[in-house]
C-alpha cells in the first residue's frame, strides 16, 4: 500500500540517503524506474510523463543545485522540453490527450506541486509493504 504525503516535499536528504530514490543509468543509457513507481495507481501517458520528470528530479536536481531555501529538490521543466523528451523516447500522446492535462492529473492526484511556471516540487510518497 502507498500514501502521498501532501505536507511533505522530497529533499536533498531524501535522494543522498534513501533508498527508494536510487536509480541506475545503465551504459547504454537506459532510465531503470524503480518498481515502486508501478505501484503509484497512473496509467498510460501520465506514468510516462511522471517518470520523465522524476528523471530530471534525479539526474538534475542535485546537479545543478534545484533547491530551495528549506532544502526541498524541484526540477525546471518546460512543457516543450519534456514534450520533446517524451519523443524522443518514443512516447506519443493520444490526440485528444494533451501535456498540459496530464501535468493538472499529476497535480490533482498530489503527486507533483506545480510552485510557479515550469517547476514543480515532487510529493514524498511512503509505502506500507507488507
Known sequence: MWKIDKNLIITKKDLEEDNKYIYEVDRYGQFLFPNWVLKLGLIDNSLYVYIEM???LLSSSIKNNWVD?????????????????????????NPEEDLDNILNLLIDRE?????????YY????????K
Open 122 to 129: 515532487f510529493r514524498h510518497i511512503t509505502f506500507n509493504f
Open 69 to 93: 531555501k528549506d532544502n526541498k529538490v524541484f526540477i525546471y521543466y518546460d512543457n516543450e522540453e519534456l514534450k520533446k523528451n517524451l519523443i524522443e523516447n518514443n512516447i506519443t500522446f
Open 111 to 119: 503527486f507533483i506541486l506545480k510552485e510557479e511556471t515550469n517547476k
Open 54 to 56: 522524476l528523471h530530471k
